[in-house]
């Protein structure tokens, strides 16, 4: 199977923070960043494997810094490694500043998708 690099993966997701999706203080709830960083990892280990994939397992999160009511948030996710079935993706979470447009990492995640077949059995991927 031929090797593939990061940037073939590389999926970016930019969105606001809108009202539903933040907690009693106006920042974002963790449960939607997760949900916000898990598709864009779907989407990079489907990029790579170019199959059905799962979540496996979510290994580091690091919520380093709260994201404000209305600020605008960028999720960059790529696989890193890939082993038999499963694939490491890295995530990088910036957070846009409206007047200079200047992006602070925010947050960072690594989490790990495995490549199934129609039944939902663990399949080769690049690497
Ligand atoms: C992930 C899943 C496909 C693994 O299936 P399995 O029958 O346990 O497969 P295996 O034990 O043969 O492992 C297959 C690969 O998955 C990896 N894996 C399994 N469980 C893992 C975990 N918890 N974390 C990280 N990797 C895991 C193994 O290391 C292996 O990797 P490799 O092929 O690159 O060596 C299966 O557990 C599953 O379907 N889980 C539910 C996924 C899901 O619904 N996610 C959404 C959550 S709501």
Do not use: C, Q
Request: charged residues 25%; without cysteine; glycine residues 6%.
């Amino acid at each position: 199977m031929e090797a593939k690099t990061p940037k073939e993966s590389r999926t970016i997701m930019t969105d606001m923070v809108l009202p539903g999706e933040t907690n009693p203080i106006n920042n974002l709830f963790g449960g939607e960043l997760l949900a916000r960083m898990d598709r864009a990892a779907g989407i990079s280990a489907r990029r790579h494997s170019r199959r059905i994939v799962v979540t496996a397992s979510v290994n580091h999160v690091a919520f380093n810094r709260a994201i404000p009511l209305g600020s605008v948030v960028t999720v960059d996710a790529k696989v890193s490694r890939a082993f038999k079935s499963s694939m490491e993706i890295y995530i990088d979470v910036w957070i846009e500043d409206r007047e200079s447009g200047i992006k602070d990492k925010a947050n960072e995640a690594i989490y790990t998708f495995v490549a199934v077949d129609e039944t939902g059995r663990p399949v080769r991927v690049p690497n």
